[in-house]
């Protein structure tokens, strides 16, 4: 590892909002028709070929957690093309930025690692995932969605908002060296029993 990279990775600050959405009594519909693309949920099989394929050594531990709770994957297509991808966690979600896996109640999902190829942003494409992932929840039976977004990306807080997602608190991280601070507060406790 470069020495830049490894006193950056060392000492770290990140700020999260963290918002919430309620299952409203109207399903909502998926936004798909007006985007020329598909948001098409994998099955257990294409998810695992999905993360083998692109998986490198930092997402394991996400994936991991992926895999041992059935967390749902969807991808955004233009035929064969992806152009992004986003997941809906349930149970135990591992959230990178701060390296810690937190337990969700019952009845929580919890949505994370969107993804948008920088080609096709700025198209709706994000809105269309959380769009996609929140019909999903709804149809599941899903109470209550969470998600976090590092402070600054107004993509991401513009996504999860326009689905009816309010900012329910801030969460801070800190990093030095060994040290870990976290005021973790609205998230759950990490790997609470
Ligand atoms: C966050 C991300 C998924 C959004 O995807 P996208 O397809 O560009 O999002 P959308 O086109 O649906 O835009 C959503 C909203 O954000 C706005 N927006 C998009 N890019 C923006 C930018 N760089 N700055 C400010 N606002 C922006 C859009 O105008 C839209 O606002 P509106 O609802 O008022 O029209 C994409 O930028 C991305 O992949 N970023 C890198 C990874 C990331 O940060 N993931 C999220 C953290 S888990």
Redesign the pocket.
């Known amino acids: 590892m470069q020495p830049r990279r490894f006193w950056r990775d060392q000492f770290h600050a990140y700020r999260m909002w963290i918002l919430e959405r309620r299952r409203p009594a109207a399903v909502l519909q998926p936004e798909s028709a007006a985007l020329d693309c598909q948001f098409v949920f994998l099955d257990r099989h294409a998810r695992r070929d999905w993360m083998v394929q692109r998986g490198d050594g930092a997402d394991w531990a996400q994936y991991r957690v992926a895999i041992e709770h059935e967390h749902d994957l969807v991808l955004a297509r233009r035929g064969e093309e992806v152009l992004?991808w986003a997941w809906l966690g349930y149970e135990r979600v591992y959230l990178p930025p701060i390296g810690r896996e937190i337990r969700l109640a019952e009845g929580t999902g919890y949505l994370?690692?969107?993804?948008?190829r920088p080609a096709?942003?700025?198209?709706?494409?994000?809105?269309?995932?959380v769009a996609a992932r929140c019909a999903h929840a709804d149809a599941r039976g899903i109470d209550r969605l969470v998600s976090h977004?590092?402070v600054g990306?107004?993509?991401?807080l513009?996504?999860l908002r326009?689905h009816d997602f309010e900012v329910i608190g801030r969460t801070l991280f800190v990093r030095a060296l060994a040290l870990r601070l976290w005021s973790r507060k609205p998230l759950p406790a990490p790997r609470a029993a």
């Open positions: 992004g994370y690692d969107a993804y948008v096709e942003r700025r198209r709706g494409i994000g809105r269309g995932l977004v590092l990306n107004e993509a991401s513009k996504a326009t």
